[in-house]
């Protein structure tokens, strides 16, 4: 990998977490217990990340993620390891290492609450220092690329998510940022905002090599963004690679909800069990490997009237849960 | 340097611009805290009227001038260190909010001071700043060039004192999640007593407002302006120390302050 713009080696945060009791005189001796037990929130992460990636790191709820990219954004000091952003050490010189990042996060916004989007974004050019001719530029480009244009005088407050996720990630990118994270860039949208972001998203990381780190929850956004993948559970990362090498290791079951036209005494197919069902609508679950889901609906095409169907990825929570086991029983 | 302040009045400014957007919130919102300080100041003055109107020897003007000292320090404290309110931090923290700002490539601190200018506390500015006026006329003090330049002096020193309280309760949140309500104590409660002559107190009640220095703030800056004889026999230098009690502590909150955002970046929320 040529020089990285990222290297995490061995990277430690462990918090002591008052121990909790229970039973009677739980709240009293609560109150005043000492007792400590260690949480490993990330333990023993490394990774690099060369500039102009787009990688996606995932994992389940209190994987360990959100703590690791607070080590990465410099809010947090790690307890052991080491970790480099662009050649600094994020939490020793913040600001230095902040004006070359930008952040998205899908749950809240960066901008000013009651003003007009655009004041929002002047005065962040302030903050950051950009020229007038590059802020102009950048701004011009972004406003036709996001089409900002019918709400950059609209206070933040009235702005519809589809229209605030737009404007914060104009936001956070109006610095030519070389790392960009966004946390949750597409929930709540609906499928075409979610395609828009998606596609700007494409277009930056292309256009202008900007590494981005995307943490999610929607499986779709990774397999439509991500060249690379990173999953992190109990702290550890798990997987580093590509999507492709995910799916195979994953080699998971796949569901295929159908709705029969009629009720059918039975719905037996090859290649896929029925673990639902109820008269007219049963549940499939099948294995890639074995047979993938056009050749299974082409059979069951054949021997049944569908009215409706809908293929079921694996949830990304069950894909994590299955390879820790996995990891389990391999050590 | 310069910079920085150029970016402080931005942050302002930007304050401003919101809260002007709610121009009738705006409106009755100063409205309203003029009435609660006028009512908060005329109630003791009312119940005073039927103790002989005085407190300690001292007359309705003179204890207006205790009054209006504190109350216009305690308001441009309010206007100055919004953002380290800790009714306001303490949120703010368990919001997140922190964390953008120190996304952000600017001075935290800076930040925190330019995030709540509170605007319509010049309302409660103006409003303690003509009781200290019609005080002062009261109590026709003799003015010497020393007196006009202590006075601003005491006020910026008692506005630091404030300052330093609220930092102080603040940066504690990290360590207590909730806001501590013992700094209420300080501020709301040293506020009250410091609108009395402390000579009214018992030996004891002195002795804690020594320690914890209140007594320099405002009760010495008062007996100076007003020429009176000291009933306590502090050294001479006692008017003096206004200012440095104020800006000592606030320096020392200063330095509180850093040390819990290295604490809060080593644990996070």
Redesign the interface.
Known sequence: MRSPIITVQNLNKHFKVRKHHRGRMAGLRNFFTHEYRLVRAVDGVSFQIAPGELVGYIGPNGAGKSTTLKMLTGLLVPTGGELYVGGRIPWKERQAHVASLGAVFGQRTTLWWDLPVIESLDLLQHIYRIPEARFRQNLDEFESLLELGSFLDTPVRSLSLGQRMRADICAALLHDPKLLFLDEPTIGLDVVAKERIRQFILHINRERSTTVILTTHDLSDVEKLCERVMIIDHGKLLFDGTLEALRERFNGRRELAVDFAEAYESVEIDGAQVVAWDGKHATYQFERKVITASELIGRLSARYQIHDLEVREPEIEATVRRIYEERLLES | MQ?HL??YR??LA?QL???L??RTSFALDAISSALVSAIEFAAPMLVLQQFGNNIGGWTMGELALLYGMIDTAYALTDLLFGGFDPDYFAPMVR??TL??L??????ITLQILGSEFRLRRFGRIAQGGIILVVALALVGVRWTPAKIAYLPVVLLGQAAFFGGLFIIGSTSTFWTVQRVEIINVFTSGGRVAMCYPMHIYTKWVRRIFTIVPVIFLNYYPALYLLNKPDPLNMPAIAPLMAPVVGFGLLAAAFGFWQFGLRYY????T
């Open positions: 910079w150029d970016m931005r942050l930007v611009r919101s809260q957007q709610y919001r997140g964390d953008q120190l996304l952000r490539p600017t001075n970046a080593s644990t996070g």
